[in-house]
């Protein structure tokens, strides 16, 4: 019964993002008990509580890109046009370069290239970041770049790569409705 439950719920979230979780219905058909597992890592990315939904999704979209995963960043698209924000913006966290962005979402864009793309730091976005956001805000935006990065990991393990990234962020950004 669980299996049954397990599958209708994974195939209604792919039906609201408009985006397929083949790896996630692999782990369901594998072991409950790993089903369980991924679903304690999701809750624990999806909570958005500390800051607008423009902050938390740019930083899941440039946490997505860091790790060169294209279905990972049509997903992220899919949960950020579901949670409403604008085609154009979403573009605009696509293809946007330091600079072009208006702050505080510039300094999130910054700190998730260094942290996530990068490996490294970028102290003066973190406190931009920090005083825009409060410590809250600063934490959970950690979770959301890193925990995006961290799913495209789980998939390339499993088997499970998708498409080549540089063509795919192209066809990304520029498949975005011009609104």
Same mark, same amino acid.
């Given at each position: #019964?669980?299996?049954? =439950?397990?599958?209708? /719920?994974? &195939?209604?979230?792919?039906?609201? @993002?408009?985006?397929?979780?083949?790896? *996630?219905?692999?782990?369901?058909?594998?072991?409950?008990? $790993? =089903? $369980?597992?991924?679903?304690?890592?999701?809750?624990? /990315?999806?909570?958005?509580?500390?800051?607008?939904?423009?902050?938390?999704?740019?930083?899941?979209?440039?946490?997505?890109?860091?790790?060169?995963?294209?279905?990972?960043?049509?997903?992220?698209?899919?949960? !950020?046009? &579901?949670?409403?924000?604008?085609?154009? @913006?979403?573009?605009?966290? $696509?293809?946007?370069?330091?600079?072009? /962005?208006? &702050?505080? /979402?510039?300094?999130? #864009?910054? @700190?998730?290239?260094?942290? *996530?793309?990068?490996?490294?730091?970028?102290?003066?976005?973190?406190?931009?970041?920090? !005083?825009?956001?409060?410590?809250?805000?600063?934490?959970?935006?950690?979770?959301? #770049?890193?925990?995006?990065? =961290?799913?495209?990991?789980?998939?390339?393990? #499993?088997?499970?790569?998708?498409?080549?990234?540089?063509?795919?962020?192209?066809?990304?950004?520029?498949?975005?409705?011009?609104?």
């Amino acid at each position: #019964m669980f299996g049954a =439950l397990s599958k209708a /719920l994974i &195939a209604r979230t792919e039906s609201r @993002l408009g985006v397929g979780f083949p790896y *996630v219905r692999r782990i369901a058909e594998t072991k409950t008990r $790993l =089903l $369980l597992r991924y679903k304690k890592f999701i809750d624990f /990315l999806d909570p958005n509580q500390d800051v607008p939904p423009e902050a938390y999704h740019l930083a899941r979209i440039r946490g997505a890109m860091a790790a060169a995963c294209a279905d990972c960043v049509e997903s992220e698209i899919a949960r !950020a046009k &579901a949670a409403g924000l604008r085609e154009s @913006l979403i573009r605009e966290f $696509l293809t946007a370069a330091p600079g072009e /962005l208006p &702050a505080p /979402l510039d300094d999130v #864009m910054r @700190l998730a290239d260094a942290v *996530v793309r990068d490996r490294s730091d970028d102290p003066e976005a973190r406190e931009r970041v920090r !005083a825009a956001f409060g410590e809250a805000g600063l934490i959970e935006l950690a979770f959301a #770049m890193n925990g995006a990065a =961290l799913i495209p990991g789980v998939k390339r393990a #499993m088997g499970f790569a998708g498409q080549g990234f540089p063509e795919a962020l192209s066809r990304l950004a520029g498949s975005e409705d011009r609104t």
